[in-house]
């Protein structure tokens, strides 16, 4: 397993990695067959990662991705010093330390970049993701009702954060 930073020729296997995910679980933003190929919003993302100004990580194996780990800066000066954070791991490589390096290395990232604040939201349901979170410094700051609509049912969202002491 090699856990890197993504590179501008991972465009089209870091869409594939999204989109299966997108078919394993209920947790991500996106159902079933909704995300769209859009190379150019992903090689967009995948600049601003390689440029220095956003974290974008992947976990790979077998020349596969299997994962990822994006921390997204505020742009306007009042929020530069916050990223916002999205996880996703493909089933058969969840609880195999993937998602602590990842935020080892997002600690590494943040403190080398003037980010104090991190943020993510996760479904409530979602005990292992909130574990994972909790574990790597994150505290629950409140709950967002009825942020979700997954299978027609209305699902809450913890917003989580983790401050650095500057």
């Not at 890197?4 to 020729?9: A, D, F």
């Amino acid at each position: 397993m090699i856990i890197r930073e993504i590179r501008t020729e991972d465009a089209n296997a870091f869409w594939q990695m999204q989109f299966e995910l997108d078919k394993e679980t209920k947790y991500m933003m996106y159902e079933p067959y909704e995300r769209k190929m859009n190379l150019n919003l992903i090689s967009d993302l995948i600049q601003t990662a390689v440029d220095n100004s956003n974290l974008l990580l992947v976990a790979e194996n077998d020349n596969n991705i299997v994962g990822f780990l994006s921390a997204q800066r505020g742009k306007p000066n009042r929020v530069k010093h916050t990223a916002y954070i999205v996880v996703g791991i493909r089933k058969a490589y969840q609880g195999k330390g993937i998602g602590n390096i990842f935020f080892n290395k997002l600690d590494l990232w943040a403190r080398q970049n003037t980010v104090t604040r991190l943020e993510l939201t996760v479904m409530c349901p979602n005990n292992i993701a909130k574990h994972l979170y909790e574990k790597n410094g994150f505290v629950i700051e409140g709950i967002k009702k009825n942020s979700m609509l997954v299978d027609g049912e209305y699902v809450d969202e913890y917003y989580m954060a983790k401050i650095y002491e500057v």
